[in-house]
């Protein structure tokens, strides 16, 4: 079976321009200004498609932002975001666990000058009671910048007829941190 779609998005952007202001001597101090954000909305368009050869194996690939939406910057130009492209695979063992892999074929720039990202992500889904809990584990990398780690990622999910409910987050063990997500939705 193979499957195409296309999604349209509201894209809001901001940006900001800023200085940071370090004195020394005996006492050192810093200080931050990052003035008010511009902030603009743009349209983006995704396609993707799906092939899946038989029940238990799903091959993917997705193009995203292919009309390369652009938002205003602070100095009065343009910040363009550019396409992307994702292909992976998913394999179910049996009907509740999902084992994924997945990458970007494209190396995609990032508003940093000289950084580039290039992800590589794996993952796992396993749901419980008819799909009412979905429990995930996962990581990813960024292939383009040698010295970071695997990220380690979990979440959880709950179903209630069409009624989701998810809630994600990864830990960045090099820069300390954690990222938190959720969503509520409506699937009909």
Known sequence: ?????????????AAYSGTTTLTGGNDVSISDNFGKPTISTAFGIDVGAIYRPSSWLRFGLVAKDINQPTFNDVGGGELKLGPQVRGGIAVNPYSSLTLTADVDATSNRTFVPGVKSQVLSVGAEQT???????????AFKNMKDAGTPFTPTAGLGLRIFALRVDVGGGYDFREEGALVSGSVSLTF
């Open 1 to 13: 079976m193979f499957s195409i779609g296309v999604t349209g998005k509201f894209l809001q952007g």
């Open 128 to 138: 419980i009671f008819s799909e009412f809990l979905s429990f995930r584990l996962g």
